[in-house]
């Protein structure tokens, strides 16, 4: 048995992780703590204090008491706002507090990308897009080539929680590029567990998207790979090493 551990902001998609965990079909739990959301705001003060040491600390004891062998903080504006040091900041701050390797959706995504093979990357973000800038800026401090940054301007991660496939695939469709080798979904708020493999096929290129990536990253901290081709392509890379 496999015990990974997020810290998740507020309530809007946190029902991806059992879907995923019923996806993966394996030996894996993903329990999941929420942290107190503050100011639901995509707005670069509001997710500072967001994603601070004293929020994120507060659930984790929760996730330790759970078995957690891993912990993410399962926020990707909450930690690319910081910058590239800031992020990598936040992420030792909580490895400290936790005892436990530790790493934020921002650095999945950064992993992520590699994992698949893709030098360029188009996003297509449901923030503002001064927000989704920032997310640009984080990529290429990690060596990550954005062609292009599309913005819905939706400002809570109440009104991204509402959002189904309708709104997912038209936001992915119009946020994709011919020159992106992997399409980018940076929203923890946003569902998108049960639609990355029919976006995948629509696109004909790998879709990552935030819950996906973090749950993915989870298990890398904890040396896990698992294979679940009904969350794309990140999740069917070989070698495999589940039971």
Not at 112 to 122: D, M, Y
Request: charged share 20%.
């Amino acid at each position: 048995m496999t015990a990974v551990g997020f810290l998740y902001p507020g309530h809007s998609a946190e029902d991806d992780y059992p879907r995923i965990e019923m996806l993966i079909d394996s030996d894996v739990r993903l329990p999941l703590v929420h942290t107190d959301i503050g100011e639901d705001a995509h707005r670069v003060d509001a997710l500072i204090e967001m994603g601070s040491p004293q929020r994120l600390a507060a659930g984790v004891e929760e996730l330790r008491l759970s078995g957690a062998e891993a912990v993410v903080w399962a926020c990707t504006s909450g930690s690319f706002v910081r910058g590239w040091e800031g992020a990598h900041e936040q992420v030792r701050d909580l490895a400290r507090t936790a005892g436990l390797p530790a790493s934020s959706t921002s650095f999945a995504f950064a992993h992520a990308v590699g994992e698949v093979g893709a030098r360029s990357v188009a996003i297509a973000a449901t923030y503002p897009e001064d927000v989704a800038e920032h997310f640009r800026t984080f990529l290429k401090a990690a060596g990550i080539e954005v062609v292009s940054v599309r913005g819905s301007g939706i400002v809570t991660a109440a009104e991204v929680g509402t959002w189904g496939w309708p709104e997912v695939r038209a936001m992915a469709e119009a946020g994709d590029h011919e020159d992106a080798q992997a399409l980018l979904l940076p929203d923890t708020a946003l569902h998108t567990a049960a639609y990355v493999r029919d976006l995948e096929q629509e696109l004909g290129k790998p879709v990552l998207t935030a819950n996906q990536v973090t749950v993915w990253e989870a298990l890398r901290l904890a040396g896990r790979r698992v294979n679940a081709p009904a969350l794309g392509a990140l999740f069917t890379k070989e070698p495999l090493v589940q039971m």
